[in-house]
């Protein structure tokens, strides 16, 4: 468990202050923040890299906070990966065995163990100049992973890499983690990766934690503008993905089965953009895979463009012009149906 | 499929730049080629024979070697703070570093006999273990370093800085101590700048004439007494005139230039242009 007691630490030019966390045992935490938050700091503080003006940090039971780095137990995974480039990826993985004066073939089996984990065996004598960023990713957290730490460090792994590699990256990432029960906090800027791979969320804004919740929690009761505004930008559901015949997925979202695209089975989650839905006053028939009948259950308005949210259950939000609000006389309390692509659902 | 090149007519700033860039190479080369070039190898192989001249070269290449590796030992440790740190008056720090290059270096000869001449503070400390810098190889040596340490402590220093610090806080969480993560990360990474750096002061050091003609003008060194090349290359000249100082010339310009050129190679090794 790591606990972090009213943690002050000088970024620049402001201040992180009261920092409260608690990070459970094997948890999938996320430190959620706009560029510029200061979340690299706070886990450089974290780690002992940086320096703190006050506060505590608690590593399973045992306070560190005045503890240097090499004694916390820590891993650290950076987006720009830091890999020491005069060494192969072997030497890479090897370099905090090599330092606890590891025996020989007890390394090389621990090397070749995680290797295998994240999927790199097949890189373990090329120099890291030579790989892709997925791969330098990967080699990055074998590395901090060797050494058993009692907490992984993530600082936006994910954000140097292109959106396909960024998919794998993060199915490697669920995986790795289930396989080892590491206990990671993982920082990002990136709601969407927060949302997938975050068993809770803390939010970080103006220096403080806005907020700590499961991602649900977090997208129902934004507490902060930043989320907030993410959060009428997406519909996020959770459900079981099962075959539906002719290759369609069909996932249950709790009242209904919507048709998706993906290879994904069993607990997943999938975010729908509000300007993909269309709300009709009859059912359509069309290409749309996905047409269900609803109740409006709130209407914001925002300039030229309106928020409908349509209740089924679950709440769809969705997103259209004043000109069409007007048009279609929508009221709350009045029946509409809601209809969107099955491609339009992205699932993760 | 290749294909040729097409070739736009050259503008005139082009070449008017290539010329004039022409002309400085060829001030660079011509004195240099010259002056190898028009003593027969007999008369050189006679030359380098001349225990004069080869006990002045062996010192000028011992001295320098010695000046580089104290500063190795004293420079790196200064370039690396530079690079990590930002304090107050680490401008002005900057700045004293590279003193040495501007003032005249018979000046720094006269200021560096103030502090290690043995009546002085710490040329006093020195004496009393038996070291002393006035016409002595020790002499050479601080002469040799004091106007040439700039050079591997800028180097240095610039190859400290294009070290990620994030690789160093990683190597930490990893469980490498301070010292741990500058031989194992820091200093490996930043070995092509420092070789650099030194190949620079090694160079400046070996052609040092003013200060080492104020301090250690004439050594005992190895049971002769020698002048460093250039102090030689210098006395021939005044004494016997052109005709004679032209072999010994060559020969010292011929081995600065294979000695710089080797080393600059294995420093830019494996490195892209």
Avoid at chain 1, 23 to 28: A, H, L, P
Wanted: with cysteine; net charge neutral; hydrophobic share 50%.
């Amino acid at each position: 468990m790591i606990v972090i007691k009213n943690l002050e630490v000088d970024v620049g030019n402001f201040l992180l202050r009261d920092i409260n966390l608690t990070v459970n045992s094997g948890e999938y935490f996320i430190i959620l923040g706009p560029t510029g938050a200061g979340k690299t700091i706070l886990l450089e503080a974290i780690a002992g890299l940086y320096p703190v003006l006050g506060g505590e940090v608690w590593i399973e039971d045992k306070e560190v906070t005045r503890l240097s780095p090499e004694k916390r137990r820590i891993g650290i995974v950076y987006q720009d990966y830091m890999l020491f480039s005069h060494l192969s990826v072997k030497e890479n993985i090897a370099f905090g065995l090599k330092l606890r004066k590891c025996h020989k073939g007890k390394v090389k089996e621990k090397v070749d163990d995680i290797a295998e984990a994240v999927g790199i065996t097949h890189l373990l004598h090329r120099k890291p100049q030579s790989l892709s960023g997925g791969e330098k990713q990967k080699v990055a957290l074998a590395r901090a992973l060797i050494i058993e730490p009692a907490v992984l460090l993530l600082d936006e792994p994910l954000s140097a890499l292109d959106t396909e590699t960024k998919e794998r990256m993060q199915s490697t990432l669920r995986e790795v983690h289930r396989r080892v029960g590491v206990t990671v906090i993982h920082v990002t800027h990136d709601f969407e990766e927060a949302i997938a791979l975050g068993h809770r969320v803390a939010v970080l804004n103006d220096g403080r934690v806005a907020q700590v919740g499961t991602p649900e929690e977090i997208l129902r009761k934004p507490d902060s503008e930043f989320v907030a505004h993410f959060a009428l930008s997406r519909n996020i559901f959770s459900g079981e993905a099962e075959e539906g015949g002719d290759g369609h997925t069909v996932v249950d979202i709790g009242g209904i089965k919507v048709a998706a695209i993906t290879e994904l089975r069993g607990e997943v989650r999938l975010s729908l953009r509000p300007e993909d839905i269309i709300i009709a006053k009859e059912p359509l028939h069309s290409t749309a895979r996905n047409c269900f009948q609803g109740v409006v259950s709130d209407i914001v308005h925002r300039g030229s463009v309106v928020y409908v949210t349509v209740t089924l259950p679950p709440e769809f939000i969705c997103l259209i012009t004043r000109q069409a609000f007007e048009e279609l006389e929508l009221r709350e309390k009045v029946s509409v149906w809601v209809i969107f692509k099955a491609s339009a659902l992205h699932v993760f | 499929m290749t294909k040729a090149h097409v070739w736009r007519k050259p503008d005139g700033m082009s070449i008017v730049f290539v010329l004039l860039s022409v002309i400085i190479l060829l001030f660079i080369l011509a004195p240099l080629v010259k002056t190898v070039g028009s003593s027969s190898p007999g008369t050189l192989w006679n030359t380098l024979l001349d225990e004069e001249v080869y006990s002045s070269i062996l010192l000028t290449v011992y001295a320098a070697v010695i000046a580089t590796l104290v500063g190795l030992f004293l420079g790196v440790p200064l370039a690396y703070l530079l690079a990590r740190h930002e304090f107050w008056g680490k401008r002005f720090l900057e700045g004293l570093i590279d003193v040495p290059i501007v003032i005249p270096h018979s000046a720094a000869g006269v200021a560096l006999l103030f502090v290690f001449g043995s009546n002085f503070f710490a040329g006093g400390i020195f004496h009393t273990i038996g070291i002393s810098f006035f016409n002595s190889v020790a002499g050479v040596v601080i002469a040799m370093m004091f106007v040439s340490i700039p050079f591997l402590i800028d180097s240095a220093k610039e190859g400290f800085k294009a070290v990620d610090v994030r690789l160093e806080k990683v190597a930490r969480s990893l469980g490498a101590s301070p010292w741990s993560s500058f031989f194992r990360i820091s200093l490996p990474l930043a070995w092509r700048s420092i070789f650099a750096g030194s190949v620079m002061m090694w160079a400046r050091g070996a052609s040092e004439f003013g200060a080492v003609l104020i301090l250690a003008y004439y050594v005992p060194f190895f049971g002769h007494y020698a002048r460093v090349a250039p102090i030689l290359v210098a006395d021939r000249f005044a004494s016997f005139g052109l005709e004679y100082a032209q072999p010994v010339t060559a020969i010292v310009i011929s081995i600065s230039l294979i000695v710089f050129i080797a080393l600059r190679t294995i420093a830019y090794r494996g490195q892209k242009a």
